[in-house]
T-cell receptor, first 117, second 114 residues
Framework: GAGVSQSPSNKVTEKGKDVELRCDPISGHTALYWYRQRLGQGLEFLIYFQGNSAPDKSGLPSDRFSAERTGESVSTLTIQRTQQEDSAVYLC???????????????FGPGTRLLVL | DQQVKQNSPSLSVQEGRISILNCDYTNSMFDYFLWYKKYPAEGPTFLISISSIKDKNEDGRFTVFLNKSAKHLSLHIVPSQPGDSAVYFCAASAKETSGSRLTFGEGTQLTVNP
């Protein structure tokens, strides 16, 4: 399909383990975002990539969280030494390059449901 | 600090009637507002947006109203259909923030009864 894809769709892990989540954005979309949705809450911004610019990491909750993006394609979000409070749905979104007005519609993937036991 | 708030966690309406979902924000730097719709086990899908230079935007059955002085926006769905049953998220962005980084409300579960 032509949409944003994420893998795995579900992940159960033990506390203290590392996990890696993957996002494939829509082809041609230079902007990529990661969000997190905890149970009963809204989406929480984590990190933003735009082309070759330095990513905006201001939303990452701790240094256990990191993300990388290969050029303008795949991105991986890594959570080291997972904790139970990391349990959430992790959503990736992509968009065309934000213009002068800074507004481009973000298209979301289906998310990865992470459960830390 | 919750900058975007949706105070109603749920709303139930009858098919054919109007659904009104509300959203309040506190950050006066927000200049673009969006509504997303989310079905279970799927990612949010974009529904409608409005720039702060407007007070109304309409797209078919969906209309978004913005009251900047009250820092309030609402989504009207007329007529409501059972397929509209989903969680609706209000979101906002500020020109000064990087890209189109969005700040989301907590969501409102809309149920449209046949």
């Amino acid at each position: 399909g032509a949409g944003v894809s994420q893998s795995p769709s579900n992940k159960v892990t033990e506390k203290g383990k590392d996990v890696e989540l993957r996002c494939d954005p829509i082809s041609g979309h230079t902007a990529l975002y990661w969000y997190r949705q905890r149970l009963g809450q809204g989406l929480e911004f984590l990190i933003y990539f735009q082309g070759n610019s330095a990513p905006d990491k201001s939303g990452l909750p701790s240094d256990r969280f990191s993300a990388e993006r290969t050029g303008e394609s795949v991105s991986t979000l890594t959570i080291q030494r997972t904790q139970q409070e990391d349990s959430a749905v992790y959503l990736c979104a992509s968009s065309l390059q934000p213009g002068l007005a800074g507004k481009e519609t973000q298209y979301f993937g289906p998310g990865t449901r992470l459960l830390v036991l | 600090d919750q900058q975007v708030k949706q105070n109603s966690p749920s709303l139930s309406v009858q098919e054919g009637r109007i659904s009104i979902l509300n959203c309040d924000y506190t950050n006066s730097m927000f200049d673009y507002f969006l509504w997303y719709k989310k079905y279970p086990a799927e990612g949010p899908t974009f529904l409608i947006s409005i720039s702060s230079i407007k007070d109304k935007n309409e797209d078919g059955r969906f209309t978004v109203f913005l009251n900047k002085s009250a820092k309030h926006l609402s989504l009207h769905i007329v007529p409501s259909q059972p397929g509209d049953s989903a969680v609706y998220f209000c979101a906002a962005s500020a020109k000064e923030t990087s890209g189109s980084r969005l700040t989301f409300g907590e969501g409102t579960q809309l149920t449209v009864n046949p």
